[in-house]
Structure formats: structure tokens, C-alpha cells
């Protein structure tokens, strides 16, 4: 696949590609996708970006696949695509909705692109899209009509500032939007965190701490056919706690059984559940417990 991904550098040129002429800026366009001039072009063919993109479809008009996964649309969703994130349309017929189009350069130094870490749908497969209510669909389009309204307006020193801010006010939002998703799922998320533990159970019981060393929590993502942003996400919501920190609980909990029923060194300890420089598993059992390893053992 990699070899044939098709990468578009920047907005101008995927808007030349679509058959628009009237790019109004070539750090931030918005696209009405019913406008677009023979979009079947375009279908089967693997794309990336050098930009993000924020796209909500309107209607049931095209087919996404990321990697293995592929996505239908349904009307009202919003799927978010990160620079480098190479996908693949197909079935285009008649598409209708918008897509925000923004490169990085716009939001560089900006409060924006310090909170990107924030916006981890980024990172999420298509499949694990965000599908919005109309309520939510209508606060999209607003914000996008404000974003166009600056578009059209004469470039000023406040342009760039206003465009930005009402950008990072979207996203802000999305994230809302994300929440309210992970909590009408709550009993999908309950059942991914069940998966999870017993993933992690069978992990340890298998004896591979010691040959592979601590799973990360893309090992278990991927087990489960999710990204790990998706996945830390999905975790998070049904239980309060990061998958990492989860980990790291039942490494401890490993721990203070072996160093009350064993004689095996520290060293020896910290070896057999993965770790692979001891003394970073000391500091990390101090501050899980207030106590270093010997302490415990003494005390216990």
C-alpha cells in the first residue's frame, strides 16, 4: 500500500485536484464537497495529506478504508485525518457535506497547536468516527460559516488570529462531542476494558514478561482492532484510569506477591516482570507504594 500513496502536499494542490480554481487561502479552505468536479476520479486511489483535514459527511456517498478497516458513512459524521495518514476513497456518488482543511503552518506558535496533543481523535481509525447529533451538526456549521466569513473578508493583522481561535474553538468542542460518544457507549467501553483485563491476564499467566518485556498499550489496541489513541480513550471513560496506568498497577501488585512469597533478589524481580532496567522499577514501586522494594519486603 505504502508504495502506492499518492501524497498531497498542500491544500492548493488536493483543491486543484477536486476542480476548484477559487482557493481563497492556502493555509486554511473550507469545501463544500457537493461542489466537487468528478469526484469518481478520485475513488480507489490511496491518499495522505500534508495537512489536516475535518471532514462531515451529509450523506450516505462514499466508503473510507484505513489500513484494513473500512467505514461507511452515515449522515452526520465527522471523521479526522492527520498529516501522513494515508487513506482510501471509494464509491464516491454525489457526496455532500464540508470538509475544514488546515495546514500546519497556520496554527504554528499559536495556543492551538499546543492543545493538538488534546485533540487525539487525530489519531483515531476511520472507523472509530465521530458521529454527531444535529444539534452538534449545527454548532459545526456555525463555526465553519465563521471561519468562511473571515475567508472572504480582506486579510488583516486580526485574520489569522480569529481564524485560528475559531479552530481551536471546534476542535475544543469535537472533544465534548467525543465524550458524549464514549458515554452512550458505555457499556461497549465497560466491555473493552473486560477484553483489556483479560488480555493482560493472559499476557502475564503466559510468562512472556520475562522474554518480551511490558506490553504496551498499542500492543493491546491492535489485539482489539483499535488505535491506540481509540483504545486509551475507550479505557479511560469506562474506568476512570489510563490502560498505562492499569499496566503498571498489576506489575506492582506482581511485585509485592513475589516479594513476599519468593526469595528472588530486587534485581531478579524487576527482570522477571519486564523491566529492563531495574532501577527505574525500584522509583517506579516507591512511588506506586511509598516504600522501596526492600522496605516492603521488611515490612511485610
Known sequence: M?????????????MHMAGFDDIRNPLIEVVDLSRMKEPEKMNGQWLSYGFYSVNLKTKLCADILYGRSRYDYDNGTLVFIAPNQPVQVNNV????????????????????????????FFGYDVNEALHISEREKTFFYERVKDIEHELEQNFDKHSRRLIVDNVGLLLD?????????????????????????????????????????????????????????????????????????????????????????TTLSV???AYSLGYE????????FRQQTGQTPTQYRIAN
Not at 177 to 186: A, H, P
Open 267 to 269: 534485581k531478579e524481580i
Open 93 to 120: 456518488v454525489e457526496p455532500e457535506g464540508m470538509v475544514l482543511m488546515f495546514q500546519p503552518e497556520l496554527i504554528r506558535g499559536t495556543a492551538v497547536e499546543k492543545a493538538m496533543q488534546d485533540y487525539r
Open 173 to 261: 468542542y469535537c472533544v465534548r462531542f467525543y465524550d458524549r460518544q464514549f458515554l452512550m457507549r458505555e457499556p461497549l467501553n465497560t466491555n473493552i476494558a473486560q477484553q483489556f483485563e483479560q488480555l493482560l491476564s493472559e499476557y502475564v499467566a503466559s510468562g512472556r514478561l520475562a522474554t518480551e518485556g511490558i506490553p504496551s498499550v498499542r500492543y493491546f489496541a491492535e489485539k482489539m482492532g483499535m488505535t491506540a489513541n481509540y483504545f486509551g480513550d475507550s479505557i479511560k471513560t469506562a474506568t476512570g484510569r489510563p490502560p498505562q496506568s492499569i499496566i503498571q498497577e498489576r506489575l506492582i501488585g506482581l511485585a509485592k506477591d513475589r516479594l513476599t512469597s
Open 2 to 14: 505504502a508504495e502506492n500513496v499518492l501524497h498531497i502536499k498542500t491544500i492548493s494542490e488536493l
Open 277 to 284: 532496567y531495574p532501577q527505574y522499577f525500584v522509583r517506579l
